[in-house]
RNA sequence: CGGGCCGUAGUAUACCGGUAGUACGUCUGCUUUGGGAGCAGAUAGACCGAGUUCGAUUCUCGGCGGCCCGACCA
């Protein structure tokens, strides 16, 4: 096991039990390894990674552990999520996994949804293992909501979802387990609908933004869903989703759904954009998000109705908003990160600074220093050679790296891409220094 | 789900129809320490099953598992 000592707040903003007194802090050794190489039957690049980096285990294909380290990127992804759920009144639940047959056969998914986990009880039961949570918030509205006062309102969760899928790849980008936040909405009408639709859009966008990503808002097919949706699509090599993009213009179009002259005028280099004539081009990109105006879909096979203002019963409208969590995780490492290792951009990287140690002198002041002042600190103190304390915080990617050596002091690196820019200073300024 | 490739220590690999070897890791000890240190010792492996054979990790078949291409992706 990788020895290193660690404290710091969680993403959640909960102390580590570890940091409550620092006379405690040294105890604790990170659960994780590294790995000079990456296995030889990872051909993505967010897996090599990641698993060579310690910060997530394959149980097998398509599921992972989260360690410490990827757990910890993970809640800082959920964090921001959650921050801009709330801010467009989203109000967090947690629905059951397990999910009884009769709620999926009142939309007819127990059979058509493909990818559908089924599983039966000892005494003959049948249960799914939820893909996605119309069958269940639906039929929970009914419970609370009755009348027109009652909408509109929004409601998610953040929360791990099974999909049987035919060929798990990609590393955390397509997995048959995976942690997804599912917004649902509810209106009294088409138009309330299309008005939270575009103020969720918006929030998507911020989203992405705020984790280093640059999300492309792209027109989708929608699947069996309505026609009214969109998706948010990051371009990288990694990504199996092929997206024709304008280089002039924010016009972007899933393959999915563009004809067959189109594909061709752009296979040849003589795509023009719809929008404003400019050249389009075709990019793998990995879907992030995905937002749907369900209408009444699943409103209608459920009866959920409210009463308006006369008295009268009507159907409920209904949106969806998913983001793929873990998936997010590996996006960002398919991102960012260079011929060394990760690159973790500030908001999600796992700790703010990796403190180390080498030959033979101790930073246990500076790690006192920086815990107190509240922040994150990997710290790494084993006994071991330079290199390849150096080489392991190179493959980790935490933003700012401080170096204490007898000859030198305190010298701090800050990880940019493939930019190193390094000074040495005093002690006393770290904590500024570092502090966002 | 169709097609292809592949299963040997924790990781990467070698050889072989007849005692499975190397590197890294891990553990012990000593010496080291600004870019994966050295020495000494130790630890640990043939996916499962059947068949062929005197003998199978090696050959054949089946299963299971992994990766890739395609189809699928609510």
Redesign the pocket.
């Known amino acids: 096991m990788l020895q290193i000592s660690f404290c710091g707040k969680l993403g959640a903003g909960l102390i580590s039990p570890f940091c409550d007194k620092l006379s405690l802090m040294l105890q604790s050794k990170l659960f994780t390894k ?4 990456a ?6 690049l967010n897996a090599k990674l990641l698993l060579r980096a310690g910060f997530v285990d394959k149980l ?3 599921v992972y552990t989260f360690l410490p380290l990827g757990l910890r990127v993970l809640n800082k992804i959920e964090t921001v999520i959650r921050e801009e759920m709330n801010a467009i009144g989203g109000q967090e639940v947690l629905m059951p996994a397990l999910q009884p047959k009769e709620n999926w056969e009142a939309t007819g ?1 127990w059979n ?5 986990y089924k599983t039966t009880s000892r005494f003959g039961g049948e249960y799914a293992l939820g893909p ?1 949570h119309e069958e269940i918030i639906v039929p929970l509205g009914k419970k609370f909501i009755f009348s027109y006062k009652d909408l509109p309102f929004a409601a998610y969760q953040i929360q791990t979802k099974f999909r049987d ?6 590393g955390l980008l ?1 997995g048959r387990e995976f942690k997804m936040k599912d917004l649902y909405s509810f209106h009294t009408d088409p138009e309330d609908l299309l008005k939270y639709y575009a103020k969720a859009l918006a929030a998507y966008k911020k989203i992405f933004k705020r984790l280093g990503l640059k999300a492309l808002v792209v027109e989708a ?5 309505s026609k009214y949706s969109h998706e948010f699509q990051v371009l990288s090599p990694g990504g ?2 092929l997206i024709y993009v304008c280089s002039k213009c924010d016009f972007a179009k899933n393959k999915e759904i563009v004809d067959e002259a189109f594909v061709r005028a752009a296979e040849a280099g003589k795509g023009s954009c719809p929008n404003c004539g400019g050249k389009v081009t075709a990019e793998n990109g990995i879907e992030v998000g ?1 937002i749907f105006q369900l209408n009444t879909k699943y409103s209608d096979p459920f009866a959920l109705k409210y009463k308006d203002e006369k008295g009268e019963e009507k159907i409920v409208y209904m949106g969806c908003y998913g983001i793929g969590v873990s998936r997010l995780l590996g996006t960002i490492a398919e991102i960012y990160n260079d011929e ?1 290792g990760l690159v973790w951009p500030k908001p999600v990287a796992p700790f703010a600074v990796h403190l180390l140690e ?3 002198a101790s930073a246990k002041k500076i790690y006192a220093e920086l815990t107190k002042a509240g922040i994150e600190v990997l710290y790494d103190d084993r ?6 304390k ?3 915080s ?2 980790l990617g935490i933003p700012y790296r401080i ?3 007898p ?2 002091g305190a ?1 701090v690196e800050f990880k940019e891409r493939s930019k190193k820019t ?1 000074k040495l200073v005093n002690p006393k300024q770290l904590v500024k220094l570092v502090r966002p």
Do not use: C, H, Q, Y
Request: no cysteine; charged share 35%.
């Open positions: 590294t790995l000079r190489e296995p030889k039957d990872e051909e993505a097998m294909a398509g998914r058509s949804f493909e990818a559908l996605t899928e035919k060929r798990p790849k990609g397509r097919s929608g699947g069996t869903f199996e989703d995905n060394k080498l030959n033979g006994k071991i050679s330079a290199g390849a150096l080489n392991d190179d493959l170096i204490v050596s000859k030198t010298r390094a």
